[in-house]
């Protein structure tokens, strides 16, 4: 049984996708939206497979935004430190980032160190607006000073746990899994 | 998360060559170079992912295309470079290659490109030091980065490696860029065609699974890549081939020749070209041309060597992963 079923996730899903609809509406009447364009950005994987589906139904006619994908294996804080390093996947960001307001899409929020990384690399594309960060889950445990601006649901972890949001796109069925850590 | 993302399987300390190399790790370096391609395009064009590291460049032997390719690609990565031109110092004091590297790996240096006129070269110092070695070209031995760009802009134009044709024309006697493209090719499932007069094609190619042809005109529509080998001048003075006319009209490109070609085919030179040698300017501009691409696809082929050389096992045991 996964820890967040089917259903349940797909409940969480939309109430998150529905805030950040709200406030990418709420800022469009504002004056200098005007001038700036809102982009999506998954953090690959799981959260850049997060960002295409928010994408293709935040993304209209009125309200067109941007899209882009990031690995953020380059800007890890502790390659230095891995014996096991996770292949290169490339980033593509073919927009302009100057000006425009990121939204950074993950999967989970944990110790907050991919999302130092992902700003770092956003910012070497150029200088946007605005970083503001979406996460499915924030399960804690930071260990930089990071918020996320759009939670979908705030969990209650161990440090020791694991959790793994599982995607259709990715071959597996929709829902959260909880590994607890042994001799728990 | 990264719990299902593919993990680097590379161990190796160094590159030597690609003739030791396994389908798997060339097919590693080349998918690690397409995260690379990206980076050269950003506004700041570097990647944090070997800050601390050292890299020294060690060349016993002219070169300035291969040499600024190196130097670009560790600062892409956020390296420290420093160049050292063998001639110009302590070598000609007498010192040996060995004693000059050791000092120069003394000093804290994590990876060592060298380029020198000794088949064998990088190997020996890459049994001798415990750094990292590249080799970026020894005597007529191997020129790995070399070899992997030019596969790398092949598989990237035409989308595969297996079942091609390539030629590799001219001077393969000499050639350690031909000696590299036949390991890796044919590791890949390529099909090899060496051209060229005789006394430029080594004998027992056919033993490796090589064809070999002396007349170009032959093989022309068969073929889908020709990558057209540098003659270096001096041979002619050793008697190899009568001219350099001669070699141009029985081995160069040109354009009656491309006429012959399938409308795909695609040439390459790992440079510098000698215009109106081994192709005539118009093939060398022109559409089935991918001369500059290599030079872009190097850069992108030796970050990926240097970040796989260079963060190779390095450090404590990996703590559980941040998300």
């Known amino acids: 049984m996964p820890w967040i079923g089917g259903e349940e996730f797909g409940r969480l899903f939309s109430e998150w996708k529905g805030r950040i609809r709200i406030a990418m509406d709420a800022d469009a009447g504002t004056a200098s939206s005007q001038r700036s364009a809102w982009a999506l950005v998954g953090i690959k994987r799981r959260g850049a497979v997060l960002a295409r589906r928010l994408w293709k139904t935040l993304h209209t006619e009125r309200r067109p935004l941007l899209y882009g994908e990031i690995d953020i294996s380059l800007y890890r804080d502790d390659y230095h430190l891995q014996t096991e390093k996770a292949m290169v996947l490339g980033t593509e960001i073919t927009f302009r980032v100057d000006g425009v307001k990121i939204l950074l899409v993950d999967d989970v929020l944990y110790t907050g160190r991919t999302v130092r990384a992902a700003m770092d690399l956003v910012l070497d594309f150029g200088r946007p607006r605005v970083i503001a960060l979406a996460v499915l889950l924030d399960r804690g445990h930071r260990e930089l000073p990071i918020a996320a601006d759009f939670v979908g649901r705030e969990v209650d972890t161990r440090r020791e746990d694991r959790v793994l949001v599982l995607l259709e796109e990715m071959g597996e069925k929709d829902g959260v899994d909880l590994i607890r850590s042994p001799g728990e | 998360m990264e719990e299902t993302a593919k993990k680097l399987e590379w161990k190796r300390k160094d590159l030597l060559g690609l003739n030791e190399l396994s389908v798997d790790e060339i097919n590693e370096i080349l998918d690690t170079a397409e995260g690379f391609r990206e ?260 850069l992108a082929v030796r970050m990926a060597v240097l970040y796989l050389v260079g963060t190779r096992g390095r450090g404590a045991p990996a703590e559980e992963k941040g998300t």
């Open chain 2, 39 to 298: 980076v050269s395009t950003r506004s700041i064009k570097k990647v944090p992912a070997l800050r601390g590291t050292v890299i020294v460049t060690l060349f016993f032997e002219a070169s300035t295309r291969t040499r600024i390719s190196f130097d670009l690609a560790a600062t892409r990565l956020s390296a420290d470079v420093i160049d050292f031109t063998g001639s110009a110092s302590s070598t000609l004091k007498g010192e040996t290659l060995n004693d000059t590297a050791k000092n120069i790996e003394a000093m804290g240096v994590d990876i060592l490109v060298l380029r020198h006129p000794c088949s064998g070269a990088a190997n020996q110092l890459a049994n001798s030091l415990s750094c990292s070695v590249v080799n970026a070209g020894d005597g007529s031995h191997e020129h790995p980065t070399q070899a992997l760009l030019d596969i790398f802009t092949i598989r990237r134009a035409l989308g595969r490696i297996e079942g091609l044709k390539v030629a590799l024309v001219g001077d393969v006697s000499h050639s350690r860029v031909a000696r590299s493209n036949i390991w890796g090719l044919q590791k890949l499932g390529a099909e090899v065609y060496a051209v060229g007069p005789p006394t430029l094609v080594p004998r027992g190619m056919a033993k490796l699974g090589v064809h070999v042809s002396h007349h170009l005109d032959e093989i022309l529509p068969e073929m889908d890549v020709f990558n057209m080998l540098r003659i270096q001048k001096e041979r002619q003075d050793q008697g190899l081939f009568p001219s350099i006319r001669e070699y141009s009209r029985l081995f160069g490109l040109n354009r009656h020749r491309m006429k012959r070609v399938k409308p795909e085919a695609l040439v390459l030179h790992p440079g510098p070209i000698n215009r109106g040698v081994e192709l005539t300017p118009d093939v060398a501009d022109g559409k089935q041309s991918l001369i500059l691409n290599q030079v872009t696809s190097g």
